[in-house]
Structure formats: structure tokens, C-alpha cells
């Protein structure tokens, strides 16, 4: 197998408000062989909301990014969908366009960084895939979750626009359900799995609007009896955990539907605890999910 060592982009997310994906993924990552360096010197992708303002100052503060993964000869992991994408359009301008390269290497110059293009921007769901592999994940599992229906929840950014993602077929992935079926999971198939969390537009839009949009995807994985979602991106979480108490509210539903990150999920099939892995932070409580694994 070759060696699993990444330079860890960790995002504004898991250090802000979601610290449990940022302690699950190193503890997950840890205990499959992944060895995550972290880019402690990073700053925030942008997130589209930089990209709006100032498309050149984006672009440099994400091929500063990378010039720092590339600094240490290793592709740059992210856990964030939004990151993900940031981060690869930066790579596709910069390596199609070598004027733009140019101009944005002279500001970089100015903090003796130089963006080369050698460096791969990939995410933990696939490296769990396409690093890791399968097959080990199989072997490592010693709490399959059978007894769990589990609702994936894609969001746009890891599988839209293709051109720039490409990992798999945005109108069907099927990577989380994958994973799911590795650790023994039940993947349940609901209407929302491909659908818009409302994070990005939580700010812009009407928020009853945006929350109607939270309280229908959760109620879609509701509907079709899973147990809990399951998502690879902290602003999905945030939008559907988080907010999810006042879109019941608004909207006037009950739905008290749990949302897992990745690691965490991967985390519980391979041995962890529950506490280990943050589950007792989330707002949508999560006790039923802790009982049955306990």
C-alpha cells in the first residue's frame, strides 16, 4: 500500500463550530493509517463568499494554500465540501491560465511561497475509498452497525460541477453508500440524499425559505426510517443539526433527526466510543445512537 500521508487542510469549520469533526477525523484517520499533516499556517478557502468580492484576492489566498501542501511534496486532504471545491477551482484557473499563475506567484513571492501546481486537492471521503481502501476498511470494523438505517447526505459542493470535482457521477454517487455497506450499514435511499442543505443561502435568502429547504431534507431521511444522516461536510452538518431545531420551529414539524460526520460514523464501526468522537455535541441529540452501540 502506499503511503497515506496528506497535508491536512482542516477549514474554518472543524476548528470553529464543528471541533468534533476536527478530533474524530484525526483519531479516525490515525487508526486507518492516514497520516495527516496540518497546515497550521492555512487561512480560510473563501468559502464562495470571497470569491463574490474579490475573485484575484481568492485565488491567491488558495494558491498560498497549496503552495504550502506543495511545500511538503503531499496532496492537500480536506473535510469540507465548500474547501474541496475553493481549493480544486484555484488549481483548474491557475494550471489552465499561466498569466493568471503568474500574477498571483508575484504576490506570493512577497511571502517567499511560489504555487507550482504539484499538488492534488482530495477530500477524506475518498482517500477512505481510494487510499485506505475498502477491503481494510472490512477488516477494521469490530462494531458492524446493522442495526442502523442510515440516510446519506451528499451536499453540492463534493459531487458539483463535475468539471471541477469529477470524482463520480454527480446525478448518482454512490461513495458514502459505499462506506455505509463496508461498515455493515443499512444505506437508506431518500429524496434529499443530492439536495441543498441551505447553508450557502442561509444569509442571502429569506431564512424561512432556507430553513424550509433544512427541515424538508431532514424530513426526507425521516420518512424513509433511517436512524440518522450522514454527512462529509461540516456546512451541511451545521445547517442540518444545528439549525434543524429552529426549522421544526418555523416551519412547525417535528422531526429530531441526528446527523453524523463521516469520521464519526466510521469511527463508531471501527471500535471508538461515542465520547471519543464528539457525539455528545451535537444539538440533535444522538443518546439513541450512543445506547445501541454501547
Known sequence: MAEL????????????????LYNSTKIVAEKLGMELIELEAATCCGAGAVQEKDEFLALTINARNLALAEELGLDLLTIC???????????????????????VNEVLKEAGLEYKGTSEVTHFLWEVIDGVGLDKLKEMVVRPLKDFNIAP??????????????????????SIEMIIEAIGGNP???????????????????????????????????????????????????QLDAMQEEAEERIGVNIGMPVLHLPQ????????????????????STKEIIQKVA
Do not use: Q
Open 5 to 20: 500521508k496528506y497535508a491536512f487542510y482542516t477549514g474554518c469549520s472543524a476548528k470553529g463550530v464543528a471541533p468534533e
Open 81 to 103: 465540501n465548500t474547501c474541496t471545491l475553493m481549493l480544486r477551482e484555484t488549481k483548474f484557473k491557475l494550471d489552465n491560465d499561466p498569466e493568471l499563475k503568474d500574477a
Open 153 to 174: 447526505f451528499y451536499g453540492c459542493h463534493i459531487i458539483r460541477p463535475p468539471y471541477l470535482i469529477g470524482y463520480e457521477d454527480p446525478d448518482n454517487p454512490k
Open 188 to 238: 437508506v435511499d431518500h429524496t434529499a440524499r443530492l439536495a441543498c442543505c441551505g447553508f450557502h443561502s442561509f444569509w442571502s435568502a429569506e431564512d424561512k425559505v432556507t430553513l424550509k429547504l433544512t427541515a424538508m431534507d431532514a424530513e426526507s431521511a425521516k420518512e424513509e426510517n433511517a436512524d440518522f444522516m450522514v454527512t462529509p461536510c461540516p456546512l451541511c452538518h451545521t
Open 265 to 284: 460514523m466510521i469511527g463508531l464501526a471501527i471500535g471508538l466510543k461515542p465520547k471519543e468522537l464528539g457525539l455528545e455535541k451535537h444539538v440533535i
